[in-house]
């Protein structure tokens, strides 16, 4: 038959448990945390860092791009005004 002793022990049991899991849970959210926030930090810089290097890129080649165009209608224009 149970006596109040065991009943006392079985709440003590369960409360240590639960406190056990809880104290578990709340490590394991902060070792989720301080994981995450850090990996997050890393993904946005080398996305930055891809963001602006294409754009560098891009900027460059458009350049080109028109400094090639207009070497072209130069050496039109001037073998059309100036025929060899």
């Known amino acids: 038959m ?3 002793h ?3 022990f079985c709440m003590l049991l369960f409360n240590f448990v ?3 899991l809880l104290l578990l849970c709340i490590v ?3 070792i989720i945390i301080v994981l995450y926030v850090p990996f997050c930090v890393f993904c946005f810089h ?3 860092m891809c963001k602006c290097v294409l754009y560098y890129c891009h900027r460059l080649s458009t350049q080109l ?3 090639n165009l207009s070497y072209h209608i ?3 224009h001037f073998n ?3 025929p060899h």
């Open 65 to 67: 791009q028109l400094t």
């Open 28 to 30: 394991i959210i902060i």
């Open 80 to 82: 059309i005004i100036l």
């Open 18 to 20: 639960n406190y056990k």
């Open 74 to 76: 130069f050496k039109i």
């Open 46 to 48: 080398c996305i930055f």
């Open 6 to 8: 065991d009943c006392v």
């Open 2 to 4: 149970l006596t109040l």
